[in-house]
């Protein structure tokens, strides 16, 4: 299986400062890799396919980049609505694989 | 608006079953692959089966072949996981997933059912 690392476990920021996750694939994926936002109390969004296409609705001061194995999801200006975990999959081959996932907390 | 709502989950012995279904709605289910992905507690989410659109393929991870089966009903939108043998590992909330049309990513979720696999 295809192991995804995500770094770091856990990220502090302020509003209106910019984040970044690590997204680390075991083996390349090309960009076949997502990124979905979890909030408690509210069904997983999917925030990004595709390595960098942003899925409809999601707010621009969102970004992803990368292929192969190096990925990373941006977060420019941060609002309070950001504050939640994300998890990174691949889907480039069977057993699709996420990542243990980040939490952005309010510093 | 898309719509999963799952419903089955609940507190269950060891080496028994239960089934989990979830309904759908606002799309037309018949044209997607679905699937169901989990989240043991405290833990990250893993994926546990897809079946295809029409029914005719089924996928399922390593440590549920042969216990658990994904299957649905497209005349009520309404996708299943059966679960047999079940076992303490199998603690989670199971998340009821719609995959991508053209890929298998997740581009809408269910809130999530939990299940507790304890005696």
């Known amino acids: 299986d295809v192991q995804m690392t995500q770094s770091p476990s856990y990220l502090a920021a302020s509003p209106g400062e910019s984040v970044s996750i690590s997204c680390k694939a075991s083996k390349s994926i090309s960009n076949n890799l997502a990124w979905y936002q979890e909030k408690p109390g509210k069904a997983n969004k999917l925030l990004i396919h595709?390595?960098?296409t942003l899925q409809s609705g999601t707010p621009s001061r969102f970004s992803g980049s990368g292929s192969g194995t190096d990925f990373t999801l941006t977060i420019r200006s941060l609002e309070s609505e950001d504050f939640a975990v994300y998890y990174c999959q691949q889907y480039n081959e069977y057993p699709p694989t996420f990542g243990a996932g980040t939490k952005l907390e309010l510093k | 608006e898309v719509q999963l709502v799952e419903s089955g989950g609940g507190l269950v012995q060891p080496g028994r079953s239960l089934k989990l279904s979830c309904a759908a709605s606002g799309f037309t289910f018949s044209d997607y692959n679905m699937a169901w992905v989990r989240q043991a507690p405290k833990k990250g989410l893993e994926w546990v089966a897809t079946?295809?659109?029409?029914?005719?393929?089924?996928y399922y991870r390593d440590s549920v072949k042969g216990r658990f089966t994904i299957s649905r009903d497209n005349a009520k939108s309404t996708l299943y996981l059966q679960m047999d043998s079940l076992r303490s590992e199998d603690t989670a909330t199971y998340y009821c997933?719609?995959?991508?049309?053209?890929?298998?990513?997740?581009?809408?979720w269910g809130q999530g059912v939990m299940v507790t696999v304890s005696s």
């Open positions: 595709s390595g960098s």
């Open positions: 997933a719609r995959w991508d049309y053209y890929s298998s990513y997740v581009d809408y």
């Open positions: 079946i295809s659109y029409d029914g005719s393929s089924t």
